[in-house]
């Protein structure tokens, strides 16, 4: 006699999930609580091990034998494997799109599905073949918001009370699974600008020793000038301003009385940072092109012809860019009968002279008119001004950023506190100067964050 093939009935069991939760104190809520614990995962924790701890313990108590979470991508409209209990990974579907299967349907209509089998349905493990009683697919919803798709294989039909609860245990699931999946964005995101900052920062970096490259090196100045000292704190990595020293005692003609000749200037250029280090190296290497090359001596004229320069380098003519600098410089001129002339010339800075015999400061103004930009007339009145100074005086040039430090109450340092500082301390080595000088900066700013770049370039007679 034939044996009858016996075929899986499947029936479809709606609950009603607006019906309260029907609970005891002993029973759900604690276990409620306790599942809410479960969820705080640790910051090491990836979204995965979280889940899987969770389905480890909720999918016995509801009375399954396996489950299968997937996270939602509405944008695809599909759902990607995340964690699992009892199941072999590799015999499962790793994507499922909206629709497909009853993980899919689920995802369409955002409805739980229960399917009960009226019949034993068996799963086989090794030798023993597990009895199946249904097939419970709910949906992880945060604020309406599909985030995932949780499907559970029962050995015994789910009641109605635990089904309620894991609906409402469900929409926590949801809001964690939100959160989580949103703060992993976030992490990826801050590591790409992490990358990002790095390269940026790298580039910076080299501009930085390309930019101090440029600049005259501590064993230049020591040999050339002697006694002196400079403060140079960019407010970045790099530099709107710069310091240029140049001897240019070979390339004077009829140095018969002349001993020596050096050209120093200290120039503040439009912005810091990285826009104002590229208008530095184009300043620096303007001044080398119009004293070096060209072999021009005249103060007034040098910054003239660089205010030109800018202007046709950056092409000002025909666009709206209205970068340029202020800034001053000197030409010195050491004589062999001992006598030391300096001719200055400023566009928008002043000199600031010491003369310890009179106990005195001296300031020669600059014109008031910055170097480039669109905003000067073709021709600026720049104007040459020449004084007879002794050994032991000393000069200054400085950019605004000293004077414009602020305190906590905003208050600038001020050009003429900077002036009655020097006054004090003339009488003391210039090493020891620049120490007291950046003292009072620091006592004045109180932690204050610099605000620009600060250069200050003095040397002694």
């Known amino acids: 006699m034939k044996k009858k093939k016996m075929q899986t009935q499947l029936s479809t069991v709606n609950y009603d999930t607006k019906k309260p939760l029907q609970t005891t104190k002993i029973d759900y809520n604690q276990l409620f609580s306790y599942y809410l614990k479960k969820m705080q995962w640790q910051e090491e924790q990836s979204i995965q091990q979280c889940m899987d701890d969770l389905l480890s313990e909720l999918i016995p108590f509801l009375g399954g034998v396996r489950a299968t979470l997937y996270l939602a991508y509405p944008e695809t409209k599909t759902l990607d494997y995340l964690a699992g209990y009892g199941v072999d990974v590799q015999g499962i579907s790793k994507e499922i799109i909206y629709g497909q299967e009853l993980v899919g349907q689920v995802a369409k209509t955002k409805k739980s599905i229960y399917q009960h089998y009226e019949n034993d349905a068996g799963l086989f493990a090794a030798t023993v073949k597990i009895s199946i009683k249904g097939i419970l697919v709910v949906p992880i919803l945060a604020n309406q918001e599909l985030t995932g798709v949780l499907e559970v294989i029962l050995t015994k039909p789910v009641s109605e009370p635990k089904f309620n609860f894991l609906q409402q245990l469900a929409q926590h699931i949801g809001s964690n699974l939100k959160i989580r999946r949103q703060e992993q964005a976030l992490r990826v995101k801050n590591i790409e600008l992490e990358q990002k900052n790095a390269n940026i920062t790298s580039s910076i970096k080299y501009a930085c020793t390309i930019q101090q490259a440029i600049l005259p090196t501590k064993a230049f100045l020591t040999q050339t000038l002697l006694d002196h000292f400079l403060i140079y704190k960019p407010k970045d990595l790099v530099s709107g301003d710069f310091y240029w020293v140049s001897d240019v005692t070979e390339n004077v003609k009829h140095t018969k009385q002349l001993n020596k000749r050096l050209v120093v200037a200290v120039m503040d250029c439009t912005g810091h940072g990285v826009p104002g280090s590229m208008m530095s190296m184009v300043g620096n290497t303007l001044l080398n092109q119009i004293v070096k090359e060209q072999h021009n001596h005249d103060p007034a004229n040098i910054l003239i012809e660089l205010h030109h320069k800018v202007q046709e380098v950056l092409r000002q003519d025909e666009s709206e860019n209205n970068d340029g600098m202020d800034g ?127 250069t200050m370039f003095a040397l002694k007679l």
Request: with cysteine; net charge positive.
């Open 328 to 454: 001053g410089l000197c030409v010195l001129d050491f004589f062999k009968s001992g006598e030391i002339q300096v001719t200055y010339a400023g566009a928008k800075r002043c000199l600031a002279i010491a003369k310890p015999k009179l106990r005195a400061v001296e300031i020669v103004k600059g014109d008031r008119t910055s170097l480039g930009g669109l905003h000067n007339p073709d021709q600026i009145g720049i104007k040459n001004q020449t004084l007879r100074l002794n050994k032991g005086d000393m000069l200054y040039l400085t950019t605004d950023g000293f004077e414009d430090a602020c305190c906590p109450l905003r208050k600038k340092y001020k050009f003429r506190k900077l002036i009655q500082d020097i006054q004090e301390i003339m009488l003391e080595p210039l090493a020891t100067q620049k120490e007291i000088l950046l003292q009072r900066l620091q006592e004045h700013k109180q932690g204050v964050p610099q605000r620009d770049d600060i």
